[in-house]
């Protein structure tokens, strides 16, 4: 049976997209990034640029409380989710 999917969030690159997509999943969300992009047409203005970041319709409301918990998606700045940011010098914990 096939479910609709929803656009929860509109990204700029594919890198950031996997970290939303990853993020969302390890929530227990189901995700899934969808790129109009083609490597053989570098494009990276309008909508060809764009990567969309999609869930299952039952799960939108959850996955945009995240997202807005993780960041303010008005303003950009990181939300309640997003950690402290490293003081200069200091090394993040998976370095060693």
Not at 34 to 41: D, I, M, P, V
Not at 46 to 71: K, W
């Amino acid at each position: 049976m096939d479910q609709d999917w929803e656009i929860v969030k509109i990204v700029g690159t594919e890198e950031e997209a996997n970290i939303v997509v990853g993020f969302l999943e390890s929530s227990g969300i189901e995700a899934e990034a969808e790129s109009l992009a083609a490597s053989e047409f570098p494009i990276d203005f309008g909508e060809l640029a764009q990567v969309r970041i999609r869930v299952p319709a039952a799960q939108v409301r959850q996955a945009i409380d995240l997202l807005n918990q993780r960041e303010d998606l008005s303003t950009g700045d990181e939300g309640d989710m997003a950690g402290e940011p490293l003081a200069d010098g200091e090394e993040s914990p998976s370095e060693p």
